[in-house]
């Protein structure tokens, strides 16, 4: 059985972790979780990108060796992933000889069928961005973009990839395969590219000018450009040319932000897939920005947000419930300290936390710790369970759309329903009647304030898997091995002790 493969981009060795770096882990992170609680088996590769001029350049900076800078980068990243609960399979780092070893059979493979060659090539050079541009890079005013940073005009012999004679293959796939690219109208950012020819692809170095790289095997004087390396850890991480690689082969998604859809995984990867004979990867999921008062959030403009300051001083949860909930799949979203506080306070201390602790507190103080079941079913009931069918089927629904966000909401949406059943049934009133009625009224309400909020965060665990399981076992629920199972209302919590009262999410005070 072939496995649900999905992937990160690689983050890039000559850098620290930031927001965007860790929203790209956590919405992978939750479509992996997702898919793993659907009944797939998952396989979720990230990793880091390690050869490259800048590398080379800031570690000489330094007074270490490449290798010594990309050890400190893999150490910040995995770090990362580990802060963030990432259910990762798999990290790839392209100094591995597994990764080297595919790179320079890919390359073998296309110069002997004629699709690399060698030539002379002058040009304009950025350094920041490691790629040559052409004079339509520029902007209406004729100047290099800020995005490129410095750039340079230079002339040397390097090889080529016969990028352009498949030009016209990539443009008919992107207008028949409606779903390579999610969201939709991405694919037409495409197809404008490709309106105009594009030109082949420069994808070597002279190593007097880069040691920093994956000699070519047809030319040891060459190292291989970026892309020929960085965009084959997709395959090399899962066997290519072993027995396994069609377990995992094609990826189902590679999760990417919008800045290196163009042209790098939309026209470079699957042209350098289709001339070596690889499918295509199955779908491209494109993710937009942070931007902070407007403008993308990035280490060249100084508006980085550290993510390990907001996990360590809220846990991951928290962290992952912000960015998922905030974050449109496909568009740009603001962050501020301040939107990071109100959802906090409100949706997570507030309306989880408070509903964690009535129940807790409520149970304890009546029943001697042991959750009571439903004696009675009216309106007020009735009306939560209606709402629990249909809020379940829609978050499913929009949880497999990647509409996590409206998943979220949904879901919030019926936990402040419970609160105000709480609010309507008011067992803390029901508690001090000697009516026989209102005392079944009471055992219920809190039957079903214990079992909403069970159902509730079973809808939370892609996102909030340890809020998830917290709760769970508070409510002293054995956790059932099918999600299914996990979603459908029950009498699993009759009976059972609860745990002590806890604050689920503190509220502590953010500088702003």
Not at 270 to 284: D, E, N, Q, V
Not at 423 to 452: C, G, H, I, N
Request: aromatic residues 12%; charged residues 30%; negative net charge.
């Amino acid at each position: 059985m072939k496995s649900f493969y999905i992937t990160t981009a690689i983050d890039y060795a000559n850098g620290k972790p930031h927001l965007g770096h860790a929203y790209e882990k956590v919405l992978t992170d939750v479509v992996a979780r997702f898919r793993r609680l659907m009944g797939d088996e998952v396989y979720f590769l990230t990793g880091i990108d390690e050869h490259g001029q800048k590398v080379q350049q800031s570690a000489g900076e330094r007074g270490i060796t490449p290798i010594e800078l990309c050890d400190e980068a893999a150490v910040a990243f995995k770090g990362l992933c580990a802060s963030l609960d990432i259910s990762n399979d798999d990290f790839i780092r392209t100094t591995e000889d597994r990764h080297k070893k595919v790179v320079r059979s890919i390359l073998q493979k296309l110069f002997d069928q004629g699709d690399i060659y060698k030539a002379e090539y002058k040009g304009y050079y950025s350094k920041r961005a490691e790629q040559f541009l052409q004079e339509k890079d520029r902007d209406g005013n004729g100047e290099w973009p800020e995005i490129f940073g410095e750039v340079e005009e230079i002339a040397e012999s390097n090889y080529f990839f016969r990028l352009s004679r498949h030009q016209e293959w990539l443009v008919e796939q992107l207008k028949t395969n409606k779903s390579f690219i999610y969201p939709r109208f991405r694919a037409k950012q495409v197809l404008e590219f490709l309106k105009e020819p594009i030109n082949d692809l420069c994808i070597s170095r002279p190593r007097e000018r880069l040691e920093w790289g994956i000699p070519l095997p047809f030319d040891e004087e060459y190292v291989t450009y970026v892309w020929f390396d960085a965009l084959v850890n997709y395959i090399s991480a899962v066997g290519y040319g072993t027995d396994s690689f069609e377990k995992h082969w094609p990826a189902d998604f590679h999760v990417i932000g919008k800045d290196i859809l163009v042209p790098p995984h939309a026209v470079y990867w699957p042209i350098m897939l289709k001339a070596a004979g690889i499918a295509l990867p199955k779908s491209l999921l494109v993710h937009g920005w942070w931007l902070k008062s407007g403008a993308k959030m990035s280490k060249s403009t100084g508006t980085v947000v550290d993510p390990l300051d907001l996990i360590d001083q809220f846990g991951s949860d928290a962290f992952r419930y912000f960015v998922t909930r905030e974050m449109n799949v496909g568009q740009d979203s603001e962050f501020s300290q301040e939107r990071y506080m109100s959802r906090y306070n409100s949706d997570l201390a507030n309306d989880l936390g408070n509903l964690l602790s009535r129940v807790l507190t409520m149970v304890g103080r009546n029943f001697g710790g042991k959750i009571p079941g439903p004696r009675i079913e009216e309106s007020l009931e009735l009306e939560l369970w209606t709402l629990w069918k249909d809020t379940q089927k829609k978050v499913l629904d929009l949880y497999g759309e990647f509409q996590f966000h409206s998943g979220l909401e949904k879901t919030f949406a019926f936990i402040s329903a419970i609160n105000r059943y709480a609010e309507q049934r008011a067992p803390w009133k029901l508690a001090k009647s000697e009516d026989p009625e209102d005392r079944k009224r009471f055992e219920t309400s809190l039957y079903v304030m214990t079992e909403s909020l069970r159902l509730a965060v079973g809808l939370l665990e892609p996102v909030m898997p340890n809020t998830t399981d917290k709760v769970y076992d508070l409510l002293g629920y054995t956790k059932e091995a099918d999600w299914d199972r996990r979603l459908l209302r029950g009498d699993t919590l009759v009976g059972q002790e609860i745990g002590e009262k806890t604050i689920l999410f503190p509220k502590p005070q953010m500088e702003s």
